[in-house]
């Protein structure tokens, strides 16, 4: 039967070369929801995806020579494509003499057989993943590789939808507000002065109540208030001025970096909008403003570029 939870050793074969990864239970049966129930595993080793399992273990071949120590830790993964929360991390090491060493956290160290150089044969028993929890959004976890990005809009607010104190941030990694607009200065400016800044505090609000982990960007132009990008970046004073007032608009509002949103450099979007052909030149040099000392620290991202 699959389960949360701790699982037993299991006993291993003794694979053609590298370190065989036992984690216990068997990932195809048990008394769980099929939609729920793992499909497979995926395997890791020193935090790099190594491969996938239907099986309740994993022959990690083509390993370095003996005493070498490698990081496993695994992932279970069901029909629906929902990903659980990582496993516990267990310490293997293939043989160099007698045996090859194991540990694992809150498991002991289970006996292994012996066997010549890279071709070490360990059995492990890790702190395997309970299936996916399709319930409390777990299926993407802190502390993930990936970046999960989701965009609030600010005229949400005119439609009666959630506010944005009220999102599911476990699910996410990144959380972008659309959108800011840009003023006639050239500067950055409120896209909806009415509810933006109610918006900001209650991101603000979600980021102290319990998630930490989230990075907030302020997302700039959109289909909508893209007219001005084509100005903000034709000279380096325009573009050393816009780049200043996106950091000073983070820092007053309290977001972690800005996302640039031109739709669309060159040509496209609204018939309204300024384009030039050497917008695709200048959005570069208006990107790397972004890089400079006084944005220190301000992640960037840029969208739909051509």
């Not at 370190?19 to 497979?40: D, F, K, Q, W």
């Not at 071949?61 to 990081?71: D, E, N, V």
Request: glycine content about 10%; proline content about 9%.
């Amino acid at each position: 039967m699959f389960t949360k939870g701790q699982h037993p050793p299991r006993t291993a074969g003794k694979p053609e070369g590298g370190i065989l990864y036992g984690y216990g239970g068997n990932p195809l049966l048990g008394n769980v929801r099929r939609e729920t129930r793992p499909a497979e595993y995926y395997i890791y080793i020193d935090g790099r995806r190594a491969g996938n399992s239907t099986e309740v273990t994993y022959t990690a071949a083509g390993l370095s020579p003996p005493s070498t120590t490698y990081r496993f830790h695994i992932r279970a993964v069901n029909a629906a494509g929902s990903i659980s929360p990582p496993s516990a991390t267990v310490t293997l090491t293939t043989a160099g003499g007698d045996r090859a060493d194991s540990s694992a956290q809150n498991n002991p160290s289970p006996a292994a057989e012996s066997g010549p150089p890279e071709e070490a044969t360990v059995a492990a028993a890790a702190s395997a993943p309970g299936p996916p929890d399709m319930k409390s959004g777990n299926d993407h976890p802190v502390g993930s590789s990936y970046k999960v990005v989701g965009y609030y809009a600010s005229w949400a607010a005119y439609q009666g939808f959630s506010p944005p104190d009220q999102i599911d941030a476990r699910k996410l990694t990144h959380l972008n507000y659309a959108f800011a607009n840009i003023g006639n200065d050239l500067k950055i400016a409120l896209g909806y002065p009415d509810i933006d800044i109610a918006n900001f505090n209650r991101l603000n609000d979600l980021k102290k109540g319990g998630h930490p982990h989230l990075k907030t960007l302020i997302s700039v132009g959109g289909w909508t208030w893209s007219n001005r990008f084509s100005d903000v970046a034709l000279t380096d004073s325009s573009r050393t001025a816009f780049a200043e007032s996106c950091l000073q608009f983070i820092l007053d509002y309290g977001f972690d970096g800005i996302d640039l949103d031109w739709e669309y450099p060159v040509a496209g979007g609204l018939p309204a909008n300024a384009c030039r052909p050497q917008d695709k030149h200048n959005f570069t040099l208006l990107l790397q403003k972004y890089g400079k000392p006084s944005m220190p620290g301000a992640p960037l991202t840029a969208g739909n570029t051509c």
